[in-house]
């Protein structure tokens, strides 16, 4: 009667299982294929205006075909996700289930080692191993999660600079990485992305930038006058309290740099705030490095001790 309870339980858990991987996975997948279509719809449609182009059709196209292309393995997706973990939770159950009488009774009355046969043994020890592989792939599976806490967003692996057909218009995206004297080192927030777009006729630029700090999302808007614009390079200027930064960007090896310096040291506050003795440099790069990078340092020992054995 008590097997009969548990085969109840494993049945319904197992179905539980199979709706909730299903749902689970459909619903990512619907969301990885429309950031994607968005992503690249917000790309079409911004080089459309900036070539004064105002129909939109073919990024309507283009967002309808790129959905249907990440959607395409959504069910084999769906049906792996629901129906292969089920053997591996089965015969971890039917591990555990032995694990916890032998504990009752004692090892050797549930397994009898010296009376088994070679085939019995072998099952043994085969689900020693499973059960050995299933806390480890759980625990790396806990500990991973644990990562994603700390790094709870990815960044664009883009980093560009694009022109208007008359080179009025320039806008550039990417991540800000610093260098110093000591080398690199981190912004003070490293989830960080920023489009910086250029007006020629305004002289000016304005950048939207977006960072992540303690899971908490911030956004600030920056407004830049323009020093210099030329056939090569657009030069504009930040003056802050303690520091002055200014910022080139070049349009022919399509990069944005920057080199700032403090500024007011003599001031209590800007001394406060600041230790540098020397300028640091500024790059719009991409932000996937850094996204990577702030993984990997987040890991816990034992995840990296885990994943050094597979070559991660």
């Known amino acids: 009667m008590r097997l009969n309870g548990l085969l109840r339980v494993g049945i319904a858990f197992s179905i539980i299982w199979l709706v909730g991987a299903g749902v689970y996975t459909r619903i990512s997948d619907v969301d990885r294929a429309e950031n994607f279509a968005r992503f690249a719809y917000k790309v079409c449609s911004d080089n459309k205006s900036q070539s004064h182009n105002i129909d939109l059709s073919s990024c309507d196209d283009d967002r309808k075909k790129n959905l249907e292309v990440w959607m395409r393995g959504s069910n084999a997706n769906i049906a792996f996700a629901s129906i292969a973990p089920l053997p591996l939770g089965w015969l971890a159950a039917f591990i555990l289930l032995y694990i916890g009488?032998?504990?009752?009774?004692?090892?050797?009355?549930?397994?009898?080692?010296?009376?088994?046969?070679?085939?019995?043994?072998?099952?043994?020890?085969?689900?020693?191993?499973?059960?050995?592989?299933?806390?480890?792939?759980?625990?790396?599976?806990?500990?991973?999660?644990?990562?994603?806490?700390?790094?709870?967003?990815?960044?664009s692996p883009f980093a560009d600079v694009t022109a208007s057909g008359d080179g009025d218009i320039v806008t550039a995206e990417g991540t800000w990485t610093r260098s110093g004297?000591?080398?690199?080192?981190?912004?003070?927030?490293?989830?960080?992305?920023?489009?910086?777009?250029?007006?020629?006729?305004?002289?000016?630029?304005?950048?939207?930038?977006?960072s992540v700090s303690d899971g908490m999302l911030m956004s600030d808007l920056v407004q830049y006058e323009v020093e210099?614009?030329?056939?090569?390079?657009?030069?504009?200027?930040?003056?802050?309290?303690?520091?002055?930064?200014?910022?080139?960007?070049?349009?022919?090896?399509?990069?944005?740099?920057?080199?700032?310096?403090?500024?007011?040291?003599?001031?209590?506050?800007?001394?406060?705030?600041?230790?540098?003795?020397?300028?640091?440099?500024?790059?719009?790069?991409?932000?996937?490095?850094?996204?990577?990078?702030?993984?990997?340092?987040?890991?816990?020992?034992?995840?990296?001790?885990?994943?050094?054995?597979?070559?991660?």
């Open 101 to 155: 009488r032998a504990q009752i009774v004692g090892f050797r009355a549930v397994v009898p080692w010296t009376n088994l046969s070679w085939p019995k043994k072998a099952f043994v020890a085969f689900c020693v191993l499973a059960g050995f592989i299933a806390s480890l792939i759980g625990i790396t599976v806990a500990m991973s999660l644990y990562v994603d806490t700390q790094v709870p967003v990815s960044l």
């Open 181 to 210: 004297p000591i080398g690199d080192q981190p912004m003070a927030y490293s989830l960080q992305t920023s489009k910086i777009e250029c007006y020629k006729e305004l002289r000016r630029c304005t950048e939207a930038r977006a």
């Open 228 to 312: 210099d614009w030329t056939q090569s390079s657009i030069v504009f200027r930040e003056d802050a309290l303690c520091a002055t930064t200014v910022f080139t960007i070049d349009l022919n090896t399509k990069s944005v740099s920057g080199r700032g310096r403090p500024i007011n040291n003599q001031t209590a506050l800007c001394k406060d705030l600041s230790d540098e003795k020397d300028n640091w440099n500024l790059r719009l790069s991409s932000g996937f490095k850094i996204y990577w990078e702030l993984k990997q340092k987040a890991r816990p020992l034992p995840l990296r001790l885990i994943q050094t054995l597979f070559g991660n």
